[in-house]
């Protein structure tokens, strides 16, 4: 078995954390057909969120043919950060934000395989960010297609810590 990696991002605060990796959690739109979080008994459920920085999808395609494995690394992490965005809504603070799963769909080639190495991405930032309270239990999956042909959409369930 592996250490677990470790935090190396300096800062008292998650929020400086993040500001100090250059990174700032998006304003989330409303949706009138979904809510972004939903919270059942101590558990948060975060809707799956796809990488979209100011209002645009960031990529289109299928991770293994359109779309190469270090671009959906790097959109995976900008979905990660709209659902810590999502997360902050429901608790209020990114220091009250614990991770409890990680869900990672990655629009993929049947021959691709490497789904984990794109949720590697989004998990390395959470724990960059959030230290412990960002260590989780995790899937990464392959799939035919996603909302909009985006390559990766990532959902969680959330506590607050």
Same mark, same amino acid.
């Given at each position: 078995?592996?250490?677990?990696?470790?935090?190396?991002?300096?800062?008292?605060?998650?929020?400086?954390?993040?500001? &100090?990796?250059?990174?700032?959690?998006?304003?989330?739109?409303?949706?009138?057909? @979904?809510?972004?979080? #939903?919270?059942?008994?101590?558990?948060?459920?975060?809707?799956?969120?796809?990488?979209?920085?100011?209002?645009?999808?960031?990529?289109?395609?299928?991770?293994?043919?359109?779309?190469?494995?270090?671009?959906?690394?790097?959109?995976?992490?900008?979905?990660?950060? &709209?659902?810590?965005?999502?997360?902050?809504?429901?608790?209020?603070?990114?220091? #009250?934000?614990?991770?409890?799963?990680?869900?990672? @769909?990655?629009?993929?080639?049947?021959? @691709?395989?490497?789904?984990?190495?794109?949720?590697?991405?989004?998990?390395?930032?959470?724990?960059?960010?959030?230290?412990? &309270?960002?260590?989780?239990? #995790?899937?990464?999956?392959?799939?035919?297609?996603?909302?909009? &042909?985006?390559?990766?959409?990532?959902?969680?369930?959330?506590?607050?810590?």
């Amino acid at each position: 078995m592996s250490l677990p990696l470790p935090q190396t991002v300096k800062g008292d605060s998650a929020s400086e954390r993040l500001q &100090n990796i250059g990174l700032e959690l998006p304003d989330l739109p409303g949706n009138a057909y @979904f809510v972004h979080h #939903r919270a059942v008994d101590s558990s948060i459920h975060i809707s799956g969120q796809l990488p979209y920085r100011d209002g645009e999808l960031l990529d289109q395609g299928v991770v293994g043919r359109d779309v190469e494995l270090e671009t959906a690394k790097e959109l995976a992490r900008h979905a990660v950060l &709209n659902c810590l965005a999502a997360a902050v809504q429901a608790v209020g603070d990114l220091d #009250r934000v614990r991770i409890v799963q990680m869900l990672v @769909f990655v629009a993929s080639t049947p021959d @691709f395989g490497e789904q984990s190495q794109v949720a590697n991405a989004a998990s390395e930032l959470l724990i960059e960010v959030l230290g412990e &309270n960002g260590r989780h239990a #995790r899937t990464a999956i392959g799939v035919a297609g996603l909302p909009l &042909n985006s390559p990766v959409e990532i959902q969680m369930v959330i506590t607050a810590a």
